[in-house]
């Protein structure tokens, strides 16, 4: 019996070792044809669908790895969009680590220094701190986003080893469930086709190849409405003007030396038609009275409309939430990966974060062609990118909540109660500031924050003394605040089971 039973582990052990080799040999040949497969591909290691500031700035971060990069960008005239427009300081350090932070000069930038506050009468300016354990200056800069495009178009195409080509992309070409390559069209109207060991689609929000890796949509949360007043000049230009108006906030900022970018965000279901004059009218007689009159502001928001200069632009505000591909040989990047309101100005931030995360988990990997290790990267690159992602996406999805005016005592207490917390100045602004500006982004830390701001919302609430109503009114308030971090925190706790499986 004795005997038998050691037969039968003896038996198990052999059989579990003669799987394993068989498994490491077929690994083994995977990783030789795939090896062999890129060396007959040809030139391109690398093909980037999009030229913008995630894709110009990942051809330019490859190739000074040595890749070679094939960028196919739709339109290379500059482009003339009002999103985009303020690098936030954590964004200028991440174009610094990717050596691109001279794309700022010579597009006449202007320094974002703070953030100013407006509402009901009452102001207030708060500073991005000089935190000691960020290793750059906590300094923003404003700018023409189409400006700042092209910049990192020149930077990239200066190097021998990119090709910068105009050129639509149409679909993508599969072999087996991997991505080899995409067929588009280029300048002259010809249909062609284009073969790489890797694919990356970071064709903006309107990307036409997503659809086709991931189950995926965008939602429309509301949309932004703006327009430039020229030949003028704020009074405190290097700050970002929000103002608390209703029902959605109005920013102001300065993008050049003399011209100033005037938004107003509109709900999304009663938008005013921009062709027949009525977006000018509920401009100028709903939104400016609400511009503060002190300093500048009113006069500028005004003037732009008055004189008649602006092309009154309007673009959607969209929110998707980031999904992985599960296809081997493409990565979808940018705002075709991850989208979130914009009333934070994080997105290009976001992106330059997911590159420099990008960049430093392929740098090591030689052959771009093992579609296996590839794809191991990138499931890593999802789980490193959670806490810079998560934070900024909650805070953009939070705020652009709590600054809707309503006639709700609850929600309008949170409105009230953010505004007293930023406006306060104290070393819980700084904090939150920190987090604004990229500086800081940690989860734990904005979760305090929010915490912090459903306190003192309850508190406004609750003043000048408790009473039934108002009791009930905070009651409700924190179940909202429950409510809207519920998602960061399943969110982060999925991060972490990630992890610890990977590991």
Known sequence: MTYAWLWTLLAFVLTWMVLHLIKMKKAATEDVEAEAEER????????????????????????????????????LKEPQRFMGELMQAGGRFMLA?????????????????????????????????????????PVGRLLRNGRLVQRLRQKAASLSNVQLEEGMAKSLIEENG???GVTYKNSAGEETTAFAPLTVVCDGCYSNLRRSLVDNSEEVLSYMVGYVTKNSRLEDPHSLHLIFSKPLVCVIYQITSDEVRCVAEVPADSIPSIANGEMSTFLKKSMAPQIPATGNLREIFLKGIEEGLPEIKSTATKSMSARLCDKRGVIVLGDAFNMRHPIIASGMMVALSDICILRNLLRPLPNLGNTKKVSDIVKSFYIIRKPMSATVNTLASIFSQVLVATTDEAREGMRQGCFNYLARGDFKTAGLMTILGGMNPHPLTLVLHLVAITLTSMGHLLSPFPSPVRFWHSLRLFAWALQMLGAHLVTNAARFRRTYIAK
């Open 178 to 180: 991997v991505v080899k």
């Open 97 to 137: 680590q990717l050596g691109l932070e001279d794309c700022l000069e010579e597009i006449d930038a202007q320094e974002a220094k703070s953030l100013a506050i407006y509402k009901d009468g009452k102001h207030a300016t708060l500073p991005f701190p000089d935190d000691k354990k960020f290793p750059h200056e």
């Open 40 to 75: 007959s591909d040809g030139a391109t290691d690398v093909i980037i669908v999009g030229a913008g500031v995630a894709g110009a700035s990942l051809a330019y971060a490859l190739a000074k790895d040595g890749r070679r990069v094939h960028v196919i960008e739709r339109d």
